[in-house]
């Protein structure tokens, strides 16, 4: 059989000088059979797909409690046992990788050793973390997997949810996750929070945005790039203003003076919640 294929298939066969992604692979016995996707006919692939099995590259659950999950989330398995209130962060990479073993240990190297991770396709999934977890570094998580994997990785960090009727929620998750994506794909790390406020900010009517944005900021303050930056890195830095000036090497004297000119322009002061908050809608134009 093996031969006959080689003597058969041949001009249709993937190489490693191609892209992973268009490989396709049939199995027959322990053989696998590598073909490119744009070589070869659907009449072909049918052929094929009559004497042997056409591997699924979906990584498989490495747990018992993985492959629960995968068939409550991806399938039509029974919902798993209470498991608690959990975070997802869905991730996606830009193309397949050679070594999902590999993947897998350095992805959780970031996360507790109870976080179970399950793959949709082989270039998306998401982990399940405890919620109570807050120690992860996703700046630096998408830097090792770039570096180690030459893959651009997509996060998107949930928020805490039940482990009863979860579907669904996960499932609006991954809705808004790739919903942004397409938006922004110079953004590699997103959350829930970000996202639902872009989502809020687009149900303004752009003049009503514009009207409402021109009553607070004028055109002066608008092309103030070192103004409008301090009040970035001041919304980065969660409003501290310890950080903030360490972040943009200023004395905190130099940074109150600039925060003191951006109330003096527009009547909103930063530290009042609903005035921070405006702020940010307005520093971000609907898209």
């Known amino acids: 059989m093996n031969e006959t294929i080689n003597q058969t298939f041949s001009h249709a066969f993937w190489h490693p000088s191609d892209n992973v992604s268009d490989r396709i692979s049939f199995q027959y016995k322990q053989h696998v059979f590598y073909f490119h996707r744009l070589k070869i006919t659907q009449r072909e692939r049918t052929l094929l797909s009559l004497l042997l099995t056409e591997v699924d590259h979906t990584?498989?659950?490495?747990?018992?409690?993985?492959?629960?999950?995968?068939?409550?989330?991806?399938?039509?398995?029974?919902?798993?046992?209470?498991?608690?209130?959990?975070?997802?962060?869905h991730f996606y990479i830009e193309q397949p990788i050679d070594d999902y073993d590999s993947f897998r240990e350095a992805i959780l190297s970031f996360f507790p050793i109870s976080t179970l991770m399950i793959w949709e396709s082989n270039t998306n999934g998401l982990l399940l973390f405890p919620s109570d977890y807050r120690e992860y570094d996703l700046d630096a998580l998408t830097e090792l997997i770039?570096?180690?994997?030459?893959?651009?990785?997509?996060?998107?960090?949930?928020?805490p949810i039940h482990s009863n009727q979860c579907k669904t929620r996960l499932s609006f998750e991954?809705?808004?996750?790739?919903?942004?994506?397409?938006?922004?794909?110079?953004?590699?790390?997103?959350?829930?929070?970000?996202?639902s406020l872009a989502e809020?900010?687009?149900?303004?009517?752009?003049?009503?945005?514009?009207?409402?944005?021109?009553?607070?900021?004028?055109?002066?303050?608008?092309h103030d790039e070192e103004l409008l930056h301090t009040i970035t890195v001041f919304f980065k830095n969660n409003l501290n203003t310890s950080q903030t000036a360490k972040a943009l090497h200023l004395h905190r004297n130099s940074l109150q003076y600039r925060l003191d000119k951006f109330n003096a322009q527009t009547g909103l002061?930063?530290?009042?919640?609903?005035?921070?908050?405006?702020?940010?809608?307005?520093?971000?134009?609907?898209?």
């Open 200 to 222: 809020l900010k687009q149900q303004l009517h752009n003049t009503e945005f514009e009207q409402l944005r021109s009553h607070f900021l004028s055109n002066e303050l608008l």
């Open 174 to 195: 991954k809705k808004l996750f790739l919903k942004q994506m397409d938006k922004k794909r110079s953004t590699h790390i997103f959350s829930a929070t970000e996202s």
């Open 269 to 287: 002061d930063l530290r009042i919640f609903s005035h921070a908050a405006l702020t940010h809608l307005f520093m971000h134009q609907p898209t």
């Open 146 to 159: 770039e570096s180690d994997f030459y893959t651009i990785l997509y996060t998107f960090l949930g928020i």
């Open 59 to 89: 990584p498989r659950p490495a747990t018992a409690e993985e492959q629960e999950w995968s068939n409550y989330l991806y399938a039509v398995g029974e919902q798993p046992p209470n498991a608690g209130t959990f975070t997802a962060l």
